[in-house]
C-alpha cells in the first residue's frame, strides 16, 4: 500500500509543479527557497519539493504526504476562519466515514484525556494551536493547526461516575 501512497503524493506534486500557482507560497502560508516551499505542518518542519514532501528529514510517502500534497493543491489564499465550527457528520457525503473519523481522531484520544490535559500547552505551542472559542463546552478545549490553515477544534470531557472520558474533534469553517 505505501508504494500506492508514495505514487499519489508524487502525482499530486506533478500536478502542482506542473501549473505552480504564482502566491502558492502566500497562500500556504510558507517560505519559497526556489522550488522548496517551507512550513509548519503536524508539528514538524514541512518542505515541499518536486522531488517529494519532507518532515523534517524523512520523506513523507504515507497518508501524511498525501495529507500535505492534498493541502497544498487546493489551499486557497483566503484566511482560515474558525467559526463556525462543524462536525465531521455533517459535512456532505460524509456518514459512510462517521465510525472510521471516530476511531482515528477521537476513539484512540479517549484513553488519554488526563495525560492530554496536563500536556494541552504543549501540544498547542507544537501545533501552531489556541484555546478554544469561548462558546465551546467540555472539560477542557483547545484548536490546533496540522496543517497552517486548516483547525481541528478537540474538546474533552473526563471521566466521571456516571460517564466514560470522550473526546470530540471539530471542524474549522469551510467555504
Known amino acids: 500500500m505505501t508504494d500506492n501512497y508514495a505514487k499519489i503524493v508524487q502525482d499530486n506534486l506533478e500536478k502542482l509543479y506542473g501549473n505552480l500557482p504564482e502566491n502558492l507560497a502566500d497562500a500556504l502560508p510558507a517560505t519559497r527557497e526556489g522550488e522548496t516551499f517551507i512550513f509548519?505542518?503536524?508539528g514538524e518542519k514541512c518542505r515541499i519539493q518536486p522531488e517529494g514532501i519532507f518532515l523534517g528529514a524523512e520523506k513523507q510517502?504515507?497518508?501524511s504526504g498525501i495529507?500535505?500534497?492534498l493541502y497544498a493543491l487546493h489551499v486557497q489564499p483566503e484566511p482560515c476562519v474558525l467559526e463556525p465550527l462543524k462536525s465531521f457528520k455533517d459535512f456532505p457525503n460524509s456518514m459512510p466515514y462517521t465510525g472510521a473519523f471516530a476511531t482515528h481522531t477521537e476513539h484512540?484520544?479517549?484513553p488519554h484525556v488526563e495525560r492530554i490535559e496536563n500536556a494541552s500547552a504543549q501540544i498547542m505551542k507544537q501545533f501552531?494551536?489556541?484555546i478554544s472559542p469561548a462558546n465551546i463546552s467540555g472539560d477542557f478545549s483547545f484548536v490546533?493547526?496540522?496543517v497552517p490553515k486548516i483547525a481541528l477544534c478537540y474538546i474533552f470531557y473526563k471521566a466521571d461516575?456516571?460517564?466514560p472520558a470522550s473526546v470530540t474533534c471539530l471542524f474549522q469553517a469551510m467555504h
Do not use: H, M, N, R
Open 40 to 42: 509548519k505542518a503536524f
Open 61 to 63: 510517502t504515507g497518508v
Open 67 to 69: 495529507l500535505i500534497s
Open 108 to 110: 484512540i484520544l479517549t
Open 128 to 130: 501552531g494551536g489556541q
Open 144 to 146: 490546533i493547526y496540522p
Open 161 to 163: 461516575e456516571d460517564f
